[in-house]
């Protein structure tokens, strides 16, 4: 059974910092790219930032050098360190796996996502 758990959300004030954390279990984690994508209320869900099963980095246009994504391969743990958050960061983070997996004959695409995790920043 796939798993994927977010935490680290909460209350912040304008230019605080969170780190979230997102522990996967039941999929073999090293090959999987993951992600972190935030949905806030009437708006579509957007990419935050991706990092490949090779390290190759990817961050919404929004981050501009405010957030940092990372993986732990032996912990099977993504991370987005987010610093100097301001209001308009307020959304629900979702963690996200995906990778092709071969298959006998073809290949299908696996893509996980996890229940969320609140972000609030406001004073």
């Known amino acids: 059974q796939v798993q994927l758990v977010e935490s680290g959300g909460g209350l912040v004030q304008p230019g605080g910092s969170l780190r979230l954390s997102c522990a996967a279990s039941?999929?073999?984690?090293?090959?999987?790219?993951m992600g972190w994508y935030r949905q806030a209320p009437g708006k579509q869900r957007e990419l935050v930032a991706a990092?490949?099963?090779?390290?190759?980095?990817n961050y919404g246009d929004f981050v501009k050098g405010r957030f940092a994504i990372s993986r732990d391969n032996t912990k099977n743990i993504m991370y987005l360190q987010m610093n100097s958050l301001k209001p308009e960061d307020t959304a629900v983070y979702y963690c996200?796996?995906?990778?092709?997996?071969?298959?006998?004959?073809?290949?299908?695409?696996?893509?996980?996502w996890g229940p969320g995790t609140q972000v609030t920043v406001s004073s």
């Open positions: 039941g999929i073999m984690f090293s090959g999987y790219t």
């Open positions: 996200h796996a995906d990778a092709l997996v071969l298959q006998r004959v073809g290949a299908r695409r696996d893509v996980y």
């Open positions: 990092i490949t099963s090779g390290g190759n980095l």
